[in-house]
């Protein structure tokens, strides 16, 4: 064990949606989880497709029917990446969940159950949509009381919790 790493998590749950980029996430998740032998938990949450205003009955159901196959590709994806990336860490125990409830609720239900929670930065003008909302990040900041650990768009995290921020404005919140 790290001596002097108090960062221990016993639970960690990691939020994955459509984007490739959710295996930073993960990667993040499984060298938290390493420190202490914790349990990481997979959760594939999106909002449902949206319907344009303008769709009539025939287009709907075409659309939808679209929609839906494209999500079920991406949650496929995720689960084959989840189950590929935890394999070799026979160490660290985990679990798969998905739930296409809406992604802040399904979010925010699982939270309850972990000691952190892991999630990403909305990616402006991204060419894939992750199929969660632009505001996602800031709802889960006001609606989880779990920590919450949220991974910038951009860049490669080689340390992590070195170098810390601290901002408070001097209410309970």
């Excluded at 914790?38 to 929609?67: C, I, K, N, Q």
């Excluded at 000691?115 to 609606?143: M, T």
Aim: glycine letters at 8%.
């Amino acid at each position: 064990r790290n001596k002097g790493h108090s960062m221990e998590y016993k639970t960690i749950l990691v939020h994955l949606d459509a984007h490739p980029r959710r295996m930073a996430r993960l990667e993040i998740a499984l060298r938290l989880a390493a420190h202490g032998g914790g349990h990481v938990v997979g959760l594939f949450a999106t909002d449902a497709v949206p319907m344009p205003r303008y769709a009539g009955a025939e287009w709907s159901t075409a659309l939808v029917e679209a929609g839906e196959q494209q999500m079920e590709a991406a949650r496929s994806e995720a689960q084959a990446a989840f189950q590929a990336a935890v394999a070799p860490h026979p160490d660290i125990s985990s679990e798969w969940r998905e739930d296409g409830g809406g992604a802040i609720e399904a979010v925010s239900l699982s939270a309850r159950y972990a000691d952190l929670v892991i999630a990403a930065q909305h990616q402006p003008d991204a060419d894939i949509d992750s199929r969660v909302g632009s505001r996602f990040a800031e709802d889960l900041v006001l609606e989880l009381s779990t920590p919450l650990l949220l991974v910038p768009y951009t860049g490669r995290f080689e340390t992590l919790g070195e170098r810390v921020l601290l901002a408070w404005d001097a209410s309970p919140q």
